[in-house]
């Protein structure tokens, strides 16, 4: 699953796409930047593919007053987690001799940008300062181009500072949330490297992700979700953790991410996971540095790790409500300390409890809430023919879901309390499709199939009573599928489903009345 991130830069050239890498073991090897005194020249890109080396070039212009250097990635271990750049809106050039440039521009009183601090610099695309190319498109020698480029990943490593700056040069950052996979790039280029964006790799929303505990300095990183894991490696220096390695599953295929201090001398915690071993848990503790200071992982059959480093400062746990099977971490590292460590967490469906197929439509964003005791509220938003969102607190913990759906202060708000350790839901009815008020003319109903359809009722069954949101009216015509949630004898103990604009599908959980 990847998100693709805006490009910064100049509008001239044509536009180039070089897709997603999101297998395995594919990704960024190897980039190739040419330079000069004017900035980014071109950019060449060693991509990997089902083990192929794919090679990507974005700029034409050769010469001999280009310099070009290398950065290659220690992959599938280490991958690109961001970029930094600028791009300069007072470069001369040549767009019509293949690269010839114009003199050195004045860079007096330039001042270099804090790169440490890129991450509170609030950019905007370059298409938006419209002035000042308006009044410069005339010119048959103006162009905008990417003027510098520096690449950083996820062991720390940042690449040299490529390219030069001008006296009005923007910056601007390219990055995955919470440090994920560059996964390509796209933009625009012609003789030179128009504008640059990416492609980064992102956790789905169905998993749980629980925020890293520690430091807040370091490098983000997030190695992403996969089936489990196999193997846990932890390096210990002094009364500190200095870097983990983590043997991730994924179907046939082993990948592994390492981060923090560079070690060959780490203690192991082989899992069976071919008999289905997964881990659980981690408890561990942060000293009054924002260090880790150690770390204890948990399984699914009640086996421990050892305890890795020295137990000093203060305590935490990542344990997800509902979630049962961490399948990837993230965390903040330094060249030879772990600053903070979170995890992404899968639901495990276990018998007696079963995962009913979901209702609705294909489109939108994946959600689950995961396994519960029970459920103790239902709150739903929803407008005169739509339900918007959908909201749900369980028991256990208690637990309160996020908001599914969009919400606007416009909208209608039901909330159903259910009576505590006496009430549970046995059914969700719904009907997903689209309403159209009296003598709707035909070609409007025609018009309408252009559009998304929505959820148009919704009713949740108790062993109570009944609570209905939107309920069909005889006076509507109603077009889509109707459809019933429910198994014998049992009851919902969590909700999944995807969302839009508005609530798009949902799914149930559902667990033997007798084993509640």
């Not at 009183?109 to 440490?116: A, I, S, T, V």
């Not at 509170?120 to 298409?127: G, I, R």
């Not at 607190?393 to 159903?416: M, Q, R, S, T």
């Amino acid at each position: 699953m990847s998100e693709k991130m805006i490009a910064y830069g100049g509008s001239n050239g044509q536009n180039f796409d070089d897709g997603v890498y999101e297998g395995t073991y594919d990704g960024v090897r190897k980039l190739i930047v040419g330079e000069d005194s004017h900035g980014i020249i071109y950019l060449k890109i060693q991509y990997v593919k089902n083990g192929d080396v794919v090679l990507k070039e974005h700029g034409r212009a050769r010469g001999t007053h280009i310099t070009e250097t290398e950065f290659e990635v220690k992959c599938p271990d280490e991958y690109i987690t961001s970029i930094w750049g600028t791009y300069r809106n007072d470069d001369h050039r040549y767009k019509s001799t293949g690269g010839s440039t114009s003199g050195q521009p004045d860079h007096v009183g330039y001042k270099p940008l804090d790169r440490l601090c890129h991450k509170e610099t609030q950019l905007t695309p370059a298409e938006k300062y419209g002035l000042y190319l308006a009044a410069n498109m005339g010119s048959p020698m103006y162009t905008i181009t990417v003027s510098e480029l520096q690449f950083k990943t996820s062991h720390g490593r940042t690449s040299a500072e490529f390219g030069m700056p001008g006296p009005r040069s923007r910056d601007f950052v390219l990055e995955g949330e919470n440090g994920t996979k560059l996964l390509g790039l796209h933009g625009r280029s012609g003789d030179f490297l128009d504008a640059i964006g990416a492609y980064f790799y992102v956790v789905s929303s169905a998993f749980k992700q629980l925020e890293p505990q520690g430091g807040s300095n370091g490098v983000s990183w997030d190695d992403g979700a996969y089936d489990g894991l196999s193997k846990l490696c932890v390096g210990e220096d002094g009364h500190c953790v200095s870097s983990v390695e983590f043997h991730y599953v994924k179907g046939n295929d082993r990948i592994t991410h390492c981060h923090g201090k560079d070690s060959k001398e780490r203690k192991e915690f082989v899992l069976k996971d071919q008999d289905g071993e997964y881990v659980k848990s981690v408890e561990g503790t942060i000293d009054t540095d924002g260090f880790i200071s150690s770390l204890t992982f948990k399984t699914s059959m009640n086996r421990s790790s050892e305890k890795f480093g020295t137990p000093v400062g203060t305590k935490f746990e990542l344990e997800a409500k509902g979630f049962d099977k961490i399948v990837g971490f993230r965390g903040r590292s330094s060249v030879n300390r772990i600053n903070a460590l979170g995890a992404n967490f899968a639901v495990v469906v276990v018998p007696p409890v079963k995962k009913l197929n979901a209702k609705g439509g294909v489109l939108g964003k994946e959600w689950d809430d995961g396994i519960h005791d029970d459920v103790r509220m239902i709150t739903v938003r929803y407008d005169e023919k739509s339900v918007k969102s959908v909201k749900f607190e369980y028991i256990n913990g208690p637990v309160i879901g996020d908001a599914h759906g969009d919400i606007h202060e416009d909208d209608k708000k039901l909330e159903f309390n259910l009576y505590f350790n006496n009430e549970y839901i046995t059914s969700v009815e719904g009907h997903y499709g689209k309403r159209f008020a009296p003598n709707t003319s035909a070609s409007a109903i025609a018009i309408s199939s252009l559009f998304p359809a929505y959820m148009t009722m919704l009713k949740f069954s108790t062993n109570r009573t009944t609570y209905k949101v939107l309920s069909h009216s005889p006076e509507y015509t109603y077009e889509g599928t109707s459809f019933k949630l429910e198994e014998k004898d049992h009851k919902i103990v969590g909700f999944y489903g995807k969302t839009e604009v508005s609530l798009n599908q949902i799914g149930v959980y559902v667990k033997p009345i007798a084993n509640a």
